[in-house]
């Protein structure tokens, strides 16, 4: 492979152009499966055709040549299979089921916490029962004086998990106590990817010396479902992390999304099918979010970044309803739950008639859909403390978060929660569809029913976000058919969208 990276960047060189860092990389990937040195003509024909005088290759002249790849074969062949006339005149049916705003109550100082944490053991014991393999659950104190003979379940909330060489011990606390269960090698696996408060069952026997042993370890996970589907064939687009106001906010192929949804560009089959936009967070940069963000900033006011959006999201047209919730850079309270951007900021946005403001983590239900869209923050503490997940793959960690049934289990961590007296963050119903932002990476992925969908980015990559190890995968925008959960990727970096 290197051998064929190789000989293609002589190429380049020879007929007197330069690969930047990206198209490199895409050499890279592709050069299994592709002629890189003929990738490299074809794209140095095209620059030539169109007179681009810029003597280097950018990753998107390449991609611009590429041959199709499947996935776009397939979705082309979806986009002929649906047809009818524009949703524009279709009426919208909405329905927000919940939103954290109104009833944000928080408590004070430690009781508060202890409350928090007690409506959240209800709520999951709640889930947890519903299980069939989880009847008959015990309390912790019940299991320490029940016969040390036969099997019993135990549910609890993570209270600590040790990893060691060879063996997974891990700690369960309910309203009655605590117990220590070291885990069998049968259930390593799942003791491993328990999160930290998150609630546990598990099948318990005792040693001869008294120890107790997790045989089997379940969350309360999601049950297998058969998602609500709208009858019409209606399009939701899914946008997260704009970050409108930081240096590499992308601000050119930004426009061309906006462009799009009004149809003065290419794909109009699928944008008169498009109903709702659905932003999950991270809608401006936001002041001092992390170490000297200053120098990455365009807008040094956050006044001046929300008149910025404002002027971008008045481009959408009306007949689209759009959804928008803050993420940890917008100027809300940053625990979790969090309420909806405040009015002084956002007045262009609460005064559209297309526009809802709400908190985070928020459902709705379009044309009988259930979304549930969470920012997505703790996937920090998930990814950095469950072996083999990581940033590139978010839909792994959003799964972890659906089989715990909870937003964000980990009290302590980098994710701040607030203590209210009812825990908001439970996923106390399934939904159709979980939608989330934060870690800048576009992935679709289906577990038990649920789509599971992480919609990227607006943003390049700052020096912070390469220190942390963020590569981004920006300007990459999902559509969904809630008819059939069809997810169809539009890159909007690419110029060679423009024109139809």
Same mark, same amino acid.
């Given at each position: ?61 390449? /991609? ?28 919208? /049916? ?91 090698? /049968? ?21 001869? !010396?008294?120890? @107790?042993? *997790? ?119 940053? @625990? ?6 405040? !009015? ?6 609460? @005064?559209?008639?297309?526009? *809802? ?26 990814? *950095? ?18 089989? *715990?049934?909870?937003? @964000? ?80 990727? !539009? ?10």
């Amino acid at each position: 492979m290197q051998s064929k990276v190789g000989e293609a960047i002589q190429e380049a060189l020879s007929k007197g152009y330069q690969i930047e860092p990206a198209a490199f990389r895409l050499l890279q990937d592709v050069a299994e499966s592709l002629d890189a040195v003929d990738l490299i003509n074809r794209a140095v024909e095209v620059k030539k055709a169109r007179n681009d005088s810029e003597n280097i290759l950018l990753k998107h002249d390449l /991609e611009e040549v590429m041959p199709k790849q499947p996935e776009e074969i397939e979705q082309e062949a979806l986009l002929r299979r649906v047809e009818g006339p524009s949703v524009a005149d279709i009426e919208e /049916e909405v329905e927000i089921l919940k939103d954290p705003t109104p009833v944000l109550n928080p408590a004070e100082g430690g009781e508060g916490f202890s409350v928090l944490f007690k409506s959240r053991f209800e709520k999951l014991l709640r889930i947890a029962s519903e299980r069939p393999d989880a009847h008959n659950i015990r309390r912790i104190d019940e299991v320490r004086s029940a016969p040390r003979e036969g099997g019993l379940k135990v549910a609890g909330l993570v209270l600590g998990r040790k990893i060691r060489r060879d063996q997974v011990e891990i700690q369960l606390e309910d309203p009655t106590g605590k117990l220590t269960l070291f885990v069998s090698d /049968e259930a390593k696996r799942a003791g491993m990817e328990l999160l930290l408060d998150q609630l546990a069952i598990a099948d318990v026997e005792f040693s001869k !010396r008294g120890a @107790a042993i *997790a045989r089997q370890i379940q969350s309360p996970d999601l049950p297998d479902h058969v998602p609500n589907q709208s009858s019409k064939h209606v399009y939701a687009v899914f946008l997260s992390d704009l970050h409108i106001g930081s240096k590499t906010f992308l601000g050119e192929a930004f426009q061309r999304l906006l462009l799009w949804l009004q149809a003065k560009l290419s794909d109009q089959t699928v944008v008169a099918r498009v109903k709702y936009v659905v932003i999950g967070g991270d809608v401006v940069d936001g002041i001092g979010v992390y170490p000297e963000q200053e120098s990455d900033l365009e807008e040094v006011d956050i006044h001046a970044q929300f008149a910025k959006a404002s002027q971008f999201i008045e481009q959408i047209p009306k007949h689209m309803k759009i959804f928008v919730c803050p993420g940890n850079h917008d100027p809300t309270r940053q @625990a979790l739950p969090q309420p909806a951007i405040p !009015r002084k900021y956002a007045e262009v946005f609460y @005064a559209s008639s297309n526009v *809802a403001m709400l908190g985070n983590p928020y459902w709705l239900r379009l044309h009988g859909v259930k979304i549930l869209v969470y920012h997505g923050r703790s996937l920090d503490d998930v990814v *950095a403390t469950t072996p083999g997940l990581s940033f590139t793959k978010p839909a792994a960690a959003m799964k972890v978060l659906l089989k *715990a049934r909870h937003l @964000a289990p980990m009290f302590g961590g980098r994710t701040p929660i607030g203590p209210e007296p009812e825990d908001h963050l439970v996923i106390d119903e399934v939904p159709d569809v979980f939608h989330c932002g934060h870690v800048h990476t576009v992935e679709a992925a289906s577990y038990r029913g649920t789509l599971i969908l992480n919609s990227g980015t607006f943003q390049g990559q700052t020096k912070y976000q390469a220190n942390m190890g963020v590569v981004p995968t920006p300007g990459i925008v999902p559509v969904v058919d809630l008819a059939n959960f069809e997810v169809l990727l !539009r890159d909007f970096t690419k110029p060679y969208f423009v024109g139809s």
